[in-house]
């Protein structure tokens, strides 16, 4: 009798998830006509860039050494999706970006993975110019490599332009004039920012400066609409296992000019890491089992991969084995031989001011890492109802936006027995939010792209399930949404 493992080596499935902002977004605020034009670009956008993330690479189909061809990295299929929806007017950033008091759009953006670039993560904020900022954080970071080899070795050149920008140097984080100078040194294309101007962003920024000035409230947020405080963003696994966290944003509606929001600040507005577990796999981890036998042994709270067979098998198979009482599937690693590797990267979006003071997205990392939660349950306790976000609200909170926000994510586990070999993977996509709506879609366990806005509330579900706000949460064909442009 011998027990055959339905997957001997086990892969990294990439996944993915984006978001487009969140605030108080109600049915009768956001209206049909609106959502339907919400619903239609996240599903093209996320189902657009699931077909990019299973393309390989031109030169990678064909291998003559036999080797796996190559698919994008989680960096490169965040920020494939980002561009998508800084492109897109309908969302909080590039093109779509909101007006500061003064009437000009100043842009910030960032990219982190939980490993495999020097930096890991750097932001970028004060942008007039860059016409895509994502790819600008995305050039930084890979250039981050070289940027601190050459640091270390000292006799840099300095540039050409009225600044002296040779490089990124070390910096995680860059502001305005000197960030627009590397952007042209890395080809990048700058715009006048008359390409950031869209009539509908100018109007919600002089109707608010309005209402301040009759007495009605802050400019920066309504209760009577939705005005966007948020940022737009994705988050991506890839076939490595490395996650990636990438989002871009034009800040707050009538922000005073020069404001710095969460978003390009490491920790606050975006956060990707890793850590390594060793032994006992199977308690910490969490999510659907790719590896079948781990999640029966889970299920029957079973130390490690030993099952112990019933007596009735037990006579059965006495005659087939000689320790009839006790199985344990070939190949199958003990415990203390496992390496479980956990990973997450989170994408903030909401009340920047609220997510900086109380370092929202690392916030959730270190009580999944330290305090050993599921990544769902830590997620919840920062970005969900009543967390942490909520209360630093206090007194203040669905009086002016603050503490407002939600967060998308990515878990990623992944277990390893001593000679490195996979054993299981396992994924968790991550989504939370404490007010009315998040515009959000992902790639579910079956392929499929989901989208959602609204909490899955009694009350508001009754509202949303009619025809004019159909699809919510409905599972979709993803060729039919990315076949047009993909």
């Given at each position: 009798?011998?027990?055959?493992?339905?997957?001997?080596?086990?892969?990294?499935?990439?996944?993915?998830?984006?978001?487009?902002?969140?605030?108080?977004?109600?049915?009768?605020?956001?209206?049909?006509?609106?959502?339907?034009?919400?619903?239609?670009?996240?599903?093209?956008?996320?189902?657009?860039?699931?077909?990019?993330?299973?393309?390989?690479?031109?030169?990678?189909?064909?291998?003559?050494?036999?080797?796996?061809?190559?698919?994008?990295?989680?960096?490169?299929?965040?920020?494939?999706?980002?561009?998508?929806?800084?492109?897109?007017?309908?969302?909080?950033?590039?093109?779509?970006a909101v007006f500061t008091r003064d009437g000009v759009n100043e842009m910030d953006a960032s990219v982190m993975v939980s490993r495999g670039r020097a930096k890991r993560g750097v932001g970028l904020t004060g942008l007039r110019r860059v016409r895509n900022p994502i790819l600008l954080a995305k050039a930084m970071l890979e250039h981050g490599d070289e940027d601190l080899r050459r640091k270390a070795e000292s006799g840099l050149a300095a540039s050409a332009a009225s600044l002296d920008v040779p490089s990124a140097q070390g910096h995680t984080l860059i502001h305005g004039e000197a960030a627009e100078v590397l952007a042209r040194m890395y080809g990048l294309q700058l715009v006048d920012p008359q390409y950031f101007f869209t009539q509908n962003r100018w109007d919600e920024h002089v109707r608010a400066l309005e209402r301040e000035r009759a007495g009605r409230g802050p400019a920066t947020w309504s209760a009577e609409e939705y005005l966007p405080q948020g940022t737009c963003g994705a988050v991506a696994l890839d076939a490595d296992g490395v996650v990636c966290a990438a989002t871009s944003t034009g800040g707050m509606t009538n922000k005073l000019t020069g404001r710095v929001g969460d978003t390009p600040v490491v920790g606050a507005g975006f956060w990707a890491w890793e850590w390594d577990e060793t032994g006992k796999s199977n308690t910490a981890t969490l999510g659907p089992a790719v590896d079948p036998w781990q999640s029966l042994t889970r299920r029957l709270n079973l130390p490690g991969p030993v099952v112990e067979l019933s007596s009735c098998l037990r006579s059965f198979v006495a005659d087939c084995l000689p320790t009839p009482s006790v199985y344990r599937p070939i190949g199958q690693a003990d415990d203390e031989d496992v390496k479980t590797t956990r990973s997450i990267a989170l994408s903030g979006?909401?009340?920047?001011?609220?997510?900086?003071?109380?370092?929202?997205?690392?916030?959730?990392?270190?009580?999944?890492?330290?305090?050993?939660?599921?990544?769902?349950?830590?997620?919840?306790?920062?970005?969900?109802?009543?967390?942490?976000?909520?209360?630093?609200?206090?007194?203040?909170?669905?009086?002016?936006?603050?503490?407002e926000g939600g967060m998308i994510g990515i878990e990623s586990v992944v277990s390893r027995d001593a000679t490195g070999r996979v054993i299981s993977t396992r994924a968790t996509i991550l989504h939370d939010h404490n007010c009315g709506g998040m515009f959000r879609a992902w790639i579910d366990d079956d392929g499929k792209a989901v989208m959602r806005i609204f909490h899955p509330d009694e009350e508001q579900s009754k509202e949303i399930r009619t025809p004019s706000f159909e699809g919510e949460d409905q599972p979709e064909d993803v060729w039919r949404w990315s076949a047009e442009k993909a």
């Open positions: 009798m011998e027990y055959k493992r339905q997957s001997p080596t086990p892969q990294v499935k990439p996944r993915l998830i984006i978001h487009g902002g969140a605030g108080n977004i109600t049915p009768e605020k956001l209206g049909p006509e609106k959502y339907k034009q919400y619903r239609h670009s996240l599903l093209t956008i996320v189902s657009k860039t699931d077909a990019y993330m299973r393309t390989t690479a031109p030169s990678s189909h064909k291998h003559s050494d036999g080797s796996a061809p190559e698919y994008p990295s989680a960096l490169e299929i965040a920020t494939y999706a980002v561009t998508q929806l800084e492109d897109d007017a309908l969302y909080n950033s590039a093109h779509g979006t909401g009340n920047g001011d609220s997510f900086l003071r109380v370092a929202a997205t690392s916030t959730v990392g270190s009580i999944a890492k330290w305090g050993g939660w599921p990544a769902v349950k830590a997620l919840r306790h920062v970005a969900g109802r009543g967390g942490e976000l909520e209360k630093s609200a206090g007194d203040r909170w669905g009086k002016t936006g603050e503490g």
